[in-house]
């Protein structure tokens, strides 16, 4: 193949086909990233982002946000034991309750945000264990960096960078945690095989996210505002689980949550998502076997 070749075949019409799927790609994270940015901006200035209840709204009433919370599994005394600032009501779902952590462990969090479920795991494995939150938007690592700093979190640090492609060394993490994130990620196979890569032999995931109950109509999962909303991009269960055993994960768990159709649909107003999407418990194993 010549070195201008992309294809066998010649090359034309495939090296188009992959420059094209790479700059969709690329515009869907750019379009996921200012989303956030704008969040992460109207948070700290103690503005509204206009969605109160969203998954990617926050409020400036700090009772609003503990309500959000309390909604989505957490307690009020987690709630009142992180930093101010860093529940931003964000999620749709408790990935800790789910995670069972000791002392001792090290957690990564995929899109740690404003740093919430970072905190309450650092609390979790103490002293001896560590926290290493991962997100791609510079203002929410900022936000989360200067919460840290303010709850003197030493066992936490952020770090730059996608989902599919963590920014951490193979094996090194006992727990994977998410909240609401890797529906955001226009390619989750690539997401779970990273999970997989940093995780140690026998480590778990424990992740809340929300997955499509029936297939979305092509309108909705080409709505932007419904991509950042944390529902155009969702993916069928059984989709998932086909992504987390392709990674190599077993002992695969994702379990609907009826129940939270009650907040989704305030989501977005009007568009009855709750049709279509739930948040979702998701767990599997890393093997023992694997390095």
């Known amino acids: 193949m010549k070195d201008n070749d992309c294809c066998s075949d010649g090359g034309i019409s495939c090296c188009s086909t992959e420059s094209s799927t790479a700059l969709e790609l690329d515009h869907h994270r750019q379009n996921v990233r200012k989303a956030y940015a704008q969040v992460a901006q109207a ?15 926050v409020s400036d009433d700090a009772a609003i946000t503990s309500l959000i919370s309390t909604r989505l599994g957490y307690s009020d005394q987690e709630v009142a034991e992180v930093p101010a600032g860093s529940d931003m009501g964000l999620g749709c779902g408790n990935p800790k309750a789910i995670a069972a952590l000791q002392p001792g462990e090290v957690v990564v969090d995929l899109g740690s945000g404003g740093g919430f479920d970072c905190f309450l795991a650092a609390r979790e494995v103490g002293e001896q264990g560590s926290v290493i939150g991962v997100d791609m938007t510079p203002d929410m690592l900022s936000k989360a960096r200067g919460n840290a700093v303010k709850g003197e979190f030493g066992n936490v640090e952020f770090r730059l960078g996608e989902i599919e492609y963590l920014p951490v060394a ?28 940093v995780l140690k032999p026998g480590g778990r995931l424990a992740i809340s996210d929300v997955v499509a109950t029936a297939k979305l109509p092509e309108q909705m999962r080409h709505d932007e505002e419904l991509i950042t909303s944390c529902v155009g991009n ?14 190599g994960f077993s002992d695969i768990r994702i ?37």
């Open 234 to 247: 969702a993916s069928l269960i059984l989709e998932l689980e086909d992504y987390m055993s392709s990674a």
């Open 43 to 57: 948070d700290t200035a103690g503005e509204e982002t206009g969605v109160s209840s969203s998954c990617c709204g």
């Open 255 to 291: 379990e609907p949550k009826d129940e939270s159709r009650e907040f989704i649909k305030d989501w977005v107003p009007g568009k009855n998502i709750q049709d279509f999407v739930v948040s979702a418990n998701i767990e599997a194993l890393k093997p023992t076997g694997d390095v």
């Open 170 to 197: 193979d094996a090194t993490a006992d727990v994977i945690i998410s909240n609401c994130v890797i529906n955001l990620s226009p390619d989750k196979a690539q997401v779970f095989r990273e999970a997989f890569r």
